[in-house]
């Protein structure tokens, strides 16, 4: 178990009540995270403004994912994606950030390949189709963070599935 998980833990199924205090809902928000009903509540309760609840979004965020940047509810969305990624790489459309060039482009997710599911197929900006492992998935690219229409990306590059 690593450190942030056995913290996550300690405050997630403690029985102390971490919305009653200010400081403590914040560092709980920051380890667990607060779904966006509490998290409006806790708002209200202490008086955070919008810069705030940014603020814990993000450092729940860098917390959990330390590769991942925040993105603000209100950030647009690049021209070629549908909407942001739950930051899963083995979901259908993912854009894979390349971690270096010199080894691979970006690339999309296509399809989750073998009968366990650890395997993707993966389209790369040049149109080269690769499978790879989860692990490798991992290791060559960033967390995701927007995901893109994939029959859009097969039209263009004349995949099929």
Known sequence: MTYKESLHNC???SPKDYSLEKRDAFIYGIIVGWDDESLQELANKFRWGKKQVDELKQLNAEFKNPDID?????????EWAVRKSAGD???IGAHLATRDGRVCGNALVNKIVGDEGYSAEVITDSGNVKTLTVGEIEGMFFTPRFVADINEVREKFMLTL
């Open 11 to 13: 405050l997630a199924f």
């Open 70 to 78: 925040y993105i603000p509810d209100d950030y647009g969305l690049p």
């Open 89 to 91: 790489y083995l979901e």
